[in-house]
């Protein structure tokens, strides 16, 4: 709830058009949820490799749409951008170590 008055008061501060923005930071939440269950819960590195890719490209969408409405606002979600880039690499090789053996 404390994001979702975030991004609200992001909105209702700028005037911009909040659909767009609740979308697209609902969405990489709901990605974000779901990548735990797919690696972890039911041990599909595969499935979580492409994924952590879609989290990252909606992460990305995210960051861009925040940008244009508050720079600070855009640049706070940087190290996350990063962080999800780290973990797609561990990822990625956790799945091509897993699938030789």
Same mark, same amino acid.
């Given at each position: 709830?404390?994001? $979702?008055?975030c991004?609200? *008061?992001?909105? *209702?501060l ?11 930071? +609902? +969405? @990489?939440l709901?990605?974000?949820?779901l ?40 640049? /706070? ?12 690499? /561990?990822?990625?090789?956790?799945? @091509?170590? *897993? $699938?030789?053996?």
């Amino acid at each position: 709830m404390g994001f $979702r008055t975030c991004v609200d *008061n992001l909105i *209702n501060l700028h005037g911009c058009s909040s659909g767009v923005i609740a979308i697209l930071f +609902g +969405g @990489q939440l709901i990605l974000n949820l779901l990548w735990p269950y797919l690696f972890f819960y039911i041990r599909r590195p595969d499935l979580a490799f492409y994924e952590i890719g879609a989290l990252w490209i909606s992460i990305l969408a995210t960051l861009i749409s925040f940008w244009k409405v508050n720079p600070i606002a855009g640049g /706070l979600l940087v190290p996350y951008l990063f962080w999800v880039l780290f973990a797609s690499y /561990l990822n990625g090789k956790i799945w @091509q170590l *897993n $699938r030789s053996s």
